[in-house]
């Protein structure tokens, strides 16, 4: 598929500005000036041979700072190593002591446990005769007032 050639655009047509936004432009922008050429401005050149040395030196303060500060980091992090030590030590220790006073309270615990079993052995008892005793009484109490033809109930006390 060929390509459609597009127009000509028209001849540039240059901007005239006026004469009185000409001179307001020049009044606000300064010229142009030319770098000074201050010796005084412009800092020392220095060498090869005197920036060596001084390159040499700052390379072996980094080295030792560096050195420092990885023995430096290697001692925090013992300390934080021991410090865990320490602290698991004492958990265990926490762990054990805990243990023992569980087993010690077992034996309490199986007494309870069985003195409630027989409380409630003892309790089911009562129950079961007070509801004899209630069905008995409630008995004898029909009797009578059946022959008189009036039926009553007395409540247990």
């Known amino acids: 598929m ?20 000409v001179l307001a432009l020049d009044a ?14 412009d ?7 005197d920036a060596a040395p001084d390159v040499d030196e700052r390379r072996l303060r980094r080295k ?13 992090k013992q300390r934080h190593l021991d410090e865990l030590r320490a602290r698991a030590e004492r958990l ?3 762990n054990r002591e805990l243990a023992a006073r569980r087993h ?7 007494l309870v446990r069985l003195a409630n079993a027989q409380l409630r052995a003892e309790a089911a008892a009562l129950g079961r005769r007070l509801a004899a005793r209630s069905r008995s009484a409630s008995s004898t109490t ?4 059946a022959a008189s033809g009036r039926l009553s109930r007395r409540l247990p006390r």
Do not use: K, W, Y
């Open 142 to 145: 029909r009797r009578p007032a």
């Open 28 to 41: 606000a922008v300064p010229p142009l000036q030319p770098p000074r050429e201050d010796p005084a401005a």
């Open 92 to 94: 265990r220790c926490c």
């Open 64 to 76: 030792i700072s560096n050195r420092e500060s990885a023995r430096r980091s290697r001692a925090r």
């Open 104 to 110: 010690a309270a077992r034996g309490p615990v199986a």
């Open 43 to 49: 800092p020392p050149q220095e060498t090869d041979a």
């Open 2 to 21: 060929p390509l459609m050639a597009l127009p000509a655009p028209p001849p540039a047509q240059a901007f005239v500005a006026p004469p009185h936004i």
